[in-house]
């Protein structure tokens, strides 16, 4: 059949056709590019921005604790170490917790758990190598407490890189 053979009243039936299956087509796609990115966003919101929180959370109080351990370097006073000693004991446990939630909770896949491990060890490390330098410090013995924080240095250099990487890949989920 050629076009030329067919009436007026035919190509408009056939124009019509093409028309509403092309709408039909568009709008078919349109709905699955909406509800993929509808999960995207949800996915972001749901696991993504919390794990980033999260992460960012616990490196806060790994900052804090450092702080609160330094504080506890710095003071001569027995009253004062207490009261970081206090400090310290909360940041820990918030550390652990912290970990403890995002285990429970937020790990996307093995990469994911892999670094959160590698990242408790690292806190678990630090806790340890820490301990004898806090209680030289009880002592008032300065240069023992410098010797364990120079041992712990290298610990909370890898474990800073390991949360800084840990973030980097919860971003690139994002993506």
């Known amino acids: 059949m050629k076009l030329g053979n067919v009436g007026i009243a035919t190509r408009l039936q056939i124009l019509a056709v093409v028309a509403i299956t092309s709408l ?4 078919a796609s349109g709905a699955y590019v909406a509800q993929h990115l509808r999960s995207s966003v949800d996915y972001i919101y749901r696991n993504t921005l919390p794990s980033i929180e999260a992460i960012e959370t616990i490196n806060e109080d790994f900052l804090r604790l450092r702080l609160a351990v330094l504080y506890h370097f710095l003071n001569k006073e027995a009253a004062k170490k ?21 285990e429970k909770e937020l790990v996307s896949d093995a ?7 590698k990242e408790k ?22 240069a023992g407490i410098w010797d364990g924080v120079a041992k712990a240095t290298k610990n909370m250099t890898a474990l800073n890189e390991a949360i800084d990487a840990h973030k980097k890949y919860n971003t690139q989920l994002a993506e």
């Open 121 to 142: 060890g690292y806190f678990e490390t630090y806790f340890t190598e820490i301990e004898p330098a806090l209680e030289r410090s009880r002592a008032l013995d300065e």
């Open 82 to 102: 207490q009261t970081s000693d206090a400090q310290i004991k909360t940041l820990k446990e918030k550390i652990r917790q912290g970990l403890a939630r995002y």
């Open 111 to 117: 990469t994911d758990k892999a670094m959160l491990e």
């Open 24 to 27: 039909l087509v568009l709008a």
